[in-house]
């Protein structure tokens, strides 16, 4: 090969990988936000007009389920006193079935001059959650017991009906039937708090709260069962 056509070889070469090197850092960077944290947009205002993505706590009670878009707030997530500073979020888009109080949520969106956050993406993550459904009482029997079991803190268990499990804003939330296959008695389920990773069509899922004289069976805590750990 001679020396022209070793120039124009390594000129090639070096084109591809400044090719290379853009489509890489382009991919990796798809949103153009700057990764930010909840104490960084509430004091950093050059950050005001921007895209930013920034990951936290949902504050419980900070949402309404029929509100949209949907507002929530945000808070550091190693704040567990609930001290330090908070973001407001306004999402437009489709609310994850595993949000809820507690949940760890990463937004991205612009940030507006008062502080809020205009999201138009959001990702959840979900700690993985297992208990033992010994003595924890069947749907089937749980709906037996009709009139007696109502306002009754208790410990119930069933499946995920298939198809029923809605976003955090869906009330209900899903629904427990007495068998896997989506067969049985059923117990329609409302619940505003995270969901255990994991949590899908037919899991059995281990239930903490109350039926109330609607039917409807008001969870304060749902779990994986044991098994499926």
Known sequence: MNKRARMRLI??????????VAVVVVSGNTSGAYSSTVGDVTKDPSLVGKRVKVSGSVVPASWDKQSNPMRFVIKDEKDSAGSGPTVNVVYTGGVPSTFGDGVVAIVTGELAADGTINATEMITKCPSKYESAEGALPVSDLVKSGASMYGKPVKATGFVKPGSLGAANDDPRFIVVASADGTGDSVPVSFTGVLPSGMQDGSQVVL??????????????????????
């Open 11 to 20: 000129g090639v070469t070096a084109v591809i990988l400044i090719a290379i």
């Open 208 to 229: 903490t709260g109350a039926l109330e004289k609607d039917g409807v069976f008001v969870a304060t805590d749902v779990a994986m069962e044991q098994s499926q750990k």
